[in-house]
């Protein structure tokens, strides 16, 4: 596909995770079915968070470069594109705060077990919906938190883990449930070093 004419853009330059997606969701919600809009942004994840975003909102992500340190995407709207609402994208923050809390607690918590694996996840929407899944199963060994910097400076979760064992296993049991699981890191010390797959 070489030339894409866009209807609007949007230069996000400058915002980090989640405002990039945020403000695009909230663009196309506003915008007719086939137009197109072009998004720039130099938030390091936006790249995979676009395509994550336009898997799950129906609208169709045409190309997406790189130039400048830039990533630019061009999006069309769908006729069977859903968007979400300001509301979700408020909850969306509400669950960062409460995964930052949660990891804080463990943190400074003496009687909690340190987690020594983290298991990746493809996108956000991957590791809630992990967490979800784990819970009905009764499965009370991960806890999903931010993911370290160390691991990759952008806006993503993973479930922290004590034992490779129990990591490898949970990671398995993901992996059967149809869930976009990436990799299983271990902390040694202050480094994290990826051990599976």
Request: glycine content about 6%; proline content about 5%; aromatic content about 8%.
């Amino acid at each position: 596909m070489e030339n894409v004419k866009e209807d609007r853009t949007l230069d996000l330059s400058g915002l980090s995770c989640p405002l990039p997606v945020v403000m695009t969701s909230e663009t196309m919600r506003k915008m007719e079915e086939g137009q197109v809009l072009k998004v720039i942004s130099t938030d390091p994840g936006f790249e995979r968070d676009i395509w994550s975003w336009a898997k799950q909102s129906g609208n169709i992500l045409l190309k997406v470069e790189k130039e400048d340190g830039k990533t630019i995407a061009y999006i069309k709207k769908a006729s069977e594109a859903h968007e979400p609402s300001l509301w979700y994208w408020i909850k969306f923050h509400s669950l960062g705060v409460k995964l930052h809390i949660r990891q804080f607690c463990i943190q400074i918590n003496p009687f909690v077990k340190k987690p020594t694996h983290f298991i990746t996840f493809s996108a956000i929407s991957e590791g809630t919906r992990a967490e979800k899944e784990l819970k009905k199963l009764g499965e009370k060994d991960a806890v999903l938190i931010p993911i370290p910097d160390e691991i990759d400076p952008r806006c993503g979760v993973v479930l922290a883990v004590h034992g490779e064992k129990k990591a490898r296993e949970i990671y398995e049991k993901l992996k059967d449930m149809d869930i976009a699981v990436e990799a299983i890191y271990e902390k040694k010390g202050k480094e994290y070093e990826r051990v599976y797959p």
